[in-house]
Nanobody
Framework: QVQLVESGGGLMQAGGSLRLSCAAS????????VGWFRQAPGKEREFVAA????????YYGDSVKGRFTISGDSAKDTVYLQMNSLKPEDTAVYYC??????????????????WGQGTQVTVSS
């Protein structure tokens, strides 16, 4: 089993920045990649970004390219999502998730086996 804990959400004005963290524990050797998803009220869960576990390969959803950056700290078993130039439409609950097979370019939530509890990000206009 893998446990994931997100932190770093909050309220921010449009144009501002936030950094989310996702700390992994448990059987981390089984992780192939870690991704971020988000879900706004009444909408489906949307892929945001993913990174190869303990690697550098990344992949982004079209709506966040150029504004969000995903990175990892192998020593801390933690993945980060740096969110810049935030927009009101970025408002959602953000979830960290881990998948156990390739590749980072798979964007369906069904490809991810482990999930964190989510953290709320609210961007005001």
């Amino acid at each position: 089993q893998v446990q994931l804990v997100e932190s770093g959400g909050g309220l921010m004005q449009a144009g501002g920045s936030l950094r989310l963290s996702c700390a992994a524990s448990g059987r981390t050797s089984s992780i192939y990649a870690v991704g971020w998803f988000r879900q706004a009220p009444g909408k489906e869960r949307e892929f945001v970004a993913a990174i190869r576990w303990r690697g550098t390969t990344t992949y982004y959803g079209d709506s966040v390219k150029g504004r969000f950056t995903i990175s990892g700290d192998s020593a801390k078993d933690t993945v980060y999502l740096q969110m810049n130039s935030l927009k009101p439409e970025d408002t959602a609950v953000y979830y960290c998730a881990a998948k156990t097979f390739r590749s980072v370019r798979q964007t369906s939530p069904l490809d991810y086996a482990y999930w964190g509890q989510g953290t709320q990000v609210t961007v005001s206009s």
